[in-house]
């Protein structure tokens, strides 16, 4: 299996992205994939994550400025990203689980600063 993300970048503050995976090879089709962010110097935290049947979860962003979202037919997932701020700046890591596996992209850069 592999996850190849996209659609980071600089963005200024107030801004928005969109980031893309998609995942290919040999997929289970009840998995669960989401999004993880690493700031410099912190831990990985997990941003949102969706379920193949579409249940979301956000465990740490009270204030909803980001969307997860999913195409099954395609076994890509997005993260809407609104309203961005400087401590939004991390590398976002797209992961993918299944079964006992879990899998993670190569991570895109996102860059919140005027």
């Known amino acids: 299996v592999q996850l190849q993300a996209s659609g980071g970048g600089l963005v200024q503050p107030g801004g928005s992205l969109r980031l893309s995976c998609t995942a290919s090879?040999?997929?289970?089709?009840?998995?669960?994939m989401g999004w993880y962010r690493q700031a410099p110097g912190k831990q990985r935290e997990l941003v949102a994550s969706?379920?193949?049947?579409?249940?979301?979860n956000y465990p740490d962003f009270p204030e909803r400025r980001f969307t997860i979202s999913r195409d099954n037919a395609e076994n890509t997932v997005y993260l809407q990203m609104n309203s961005l701020r400087p401590e939004d700046t991390a590398v976002y890591y797209c992961?993918?689980?299944?079964?006992?596996?879990?899998?993670w992209g190569q991570g895109t850069l996102v860059t919140v600063s005027s």
């Open positions: 992961n993918l689980k299944f079964l006992r596996y879990n899998f």
């Open positions: 090879g040999k997929i289970f089709r009840i998995n669960t």
């Open positions: 969706i379920t193949s049947g579409g249940s979301t």
